[in-house]
C-alpha cells in the first residue's frame, strides 16, 4: 500500500502537510528540518510530564516553522549545479509575457542543491511566482493557526476510536522503535499520524521538508521581496487532509506496516530520481494490486480530491495569468502535471499551447 499512497503524497505533497507534524510536538527539530543530533533522521521528542490532553495553544509559529531567515542549513545556493532537470514547461502568451510551469517536490535530499541554472534563471527574470499556497504567511497568521490546532485536536476521544487496534498497536510499535512516540499523540487527528509517519520517513531518506522546492523559493522571494501569487488556500488544504474518513486513514496507515523501513526509504529514493530526471509521467501511475474494491474505491476517492478536482483550479489559475502581463515561475507538485485530468490536458482543452523546457 505504501508504493499506492506515498507516491501521491510524497511528491505532490499538500505544501502544508508537514506544519501538521510540526505543531505536534516541542522542538524545531520535528518539523521537517534536518536533524541536528539523531545518526539516522529520526525525530526527536519531548516526553510529556503526564497524559492529558495536549495544549496546542501555546505553540508559536517560531515552534512550527523551519524556515527562519538564519537558518544554518539552508540548501546551497552556490557551488556546481546539480544535474537534475525536473519537469518545467513554457507558455509564451500572445501579450508577450512567459509563463514557467515548474513541477516541484515538497520534499528534497541536499544533494538537489544547487539548483540548475535554467531554474535560477527563470527565477531572476519572473515578476512573481505562484506557489501552491504561502506557508510562511500561515505560520503569521494567529487566527488561521488557532483554527489549524484545533482541527489537530480529536474533539470525541482519542486516535484509538477512529484506527482498527492492529493498525494503531503497529503504528505506535513502529512509532517508538524510531524514538518518536510520545502518548499525547493519542489526542490528535489521524491525519497527523499520517504526516509524522510521512516526515520521519522522509528523513530516514535523508529528504528534507526545508529543502523543498517551494519552500526554498518561498524563502528566497521574501528575501528578494518578489511578489508570491497564491494558487490555493492553505486552510482549504488543510480541511481538505483532515476530511477524509477512518476507513481511508487505516487504509493509509497500514500501509506502513506493509514494508521494512528500507523498502520504504528505496521507494522514496526511486520517488526523488524519477522527479529528479523529470519522468513526471510515473507520478501518475497507479498501482492497485492486491487491493479490494472497497480499497480502490478509497484510494480514486483520496487521488480525486487531492489531483484531479484541485487540477481544475491550478489550471485555471494559470489561464488567469495567461492573460496578464506579468512573467511568471508557477510551481506546484509534479504529479499535477500529467495524466487525462492532469493541468496539462487541461491547459491543451483550453486551446492554451505549452513547449516542454529542455536542459541541453
Known amino acids: 500500500m505504501i508504493k499506492n499512497l506515498s507516491k501521491k503524497l510524497s511528491a505532490i505533497l499538500i505544501a502544508t502537510l508537514m506544519l501538521i507534524a510540526s505543531g505536534c510536538t516541542e522542538n524545531d527539530d520535528s518539523s521537517g528540518s534536518k536533524p541536528s543530533d ?11 510530564a503526564e497524559t492529558s490532553a495536549p495544549d496546542t495553544s501555546t505553540t508559536t509559529a517560531s515552534q512550527t516553522s523551519s524556515n527562519d531567515d538564519d537558518d544554518p542549513e539552508k540548501p546551497p545556493a552556490d557551488g556546481e549545479p546539480s544535474g537534475i532537470t525536473p519537469a518545467m514547461w513554457k507558455i509564451e502568451t500572445e501579450k508577450g509575457n512567459t509563463i514557467y510551469m515548474l513541477g516541484s517536490m515538497h520534499v528534497l535530499p541536499d544533494e538537489a542543491y544547487p539548483l540548475p541554472d535554467i531554474i535560477m534563471d527563470v ?71 499520517s504526516s509524522l509517519l510521512e516526515e520521519t520517513i522522509s528523513q530516514k ?15 528566497l522571494c521574501k528575501e528578494d521581496g518578489k511578489e508570491i501569487i497564491e494558487i490555493e488556500n492553505a486552510m482549504d488544504q488543510m480541511k481538505l487532509l483532515f476530511g477524509f474518513s477512518d476507513e481511508f486513514y487505516n487504509l493509509q496507515l497500514s500501509s506502513y506496516l506493509k514494508y521494512s523501513d528500507d523498502e520504504i526509504v528505496e521507494q522514496y529514493t526511486e520517488l526523488y530520481k524519477a522527479w529528479a530526471e523529470g519522468n513526471v509521467d ?42 496578464g502581463d506579468k512573467d511568471i ?30 536542459y541541453e
Open 205 to 219: 531518506a535523508q529528504m528534507y521538508a526545508d529543502n523543498g522546492i517551494d519552500y526554498y523559493f518561498l524563502d
Open 38 to 48: 539523531s545518526s539516522d533522521g529520526a525525530l526527536t521528542t519531548t516526553a510529556p
Open 123 to 193: 527565477y531572476e527574470n519572473a515578476d512573481a511566482v505562484a506557489f501552491e499556497c504561502d506557508t510562511n504567511a500561515f505560520l503569521e497568521d494567529t487566527e488561521a493557526l488557532s483554527e489549524y490546532y484545533s482541527m489537530m485536536l480529536l474533539s470525541d476521544g482519542t486516535v484509538k476510536d477512529h484506527l482498527d487496534e492492529d493498525v494503531y498497536n503497529g503504528i505506535v510499535e513502529k512509532l517508538t522503535d524510531w524514538g518518536v512516540y510520545n502518548v499525547t499523540y493519542d489526542y490528535f487527528h489521524p491525519a497527523v499520524w
Open 282 to 323: 510515473s507520478l501518475a501511475e497507479e498501482d492497485t494490486e492486491g487491493m479490494t474494491e472497497e480499497e480502490i474505491a478509497l484510494v480514486e476517492d483520496y487521488n480525486k480530491k487531492l489531483l484531479d478536482d484541485r487540477n481544475i483550479g491550478m489550471a485555471d489559475k494559470i489561464e488567469e495569468l495567461c492573460q
Open 329 to 358: 515561475l508557477y510551481m506546484v507538485g509534479a504529479a499535477h502535471f500529467p495524466g487525462e485530468n492532469g493541468i496539462l490536458s487541461l491547459l491543451e482543452q483550453k486551446g492554451i499551447e505549452y513547449e516542454r523546457v529542455s
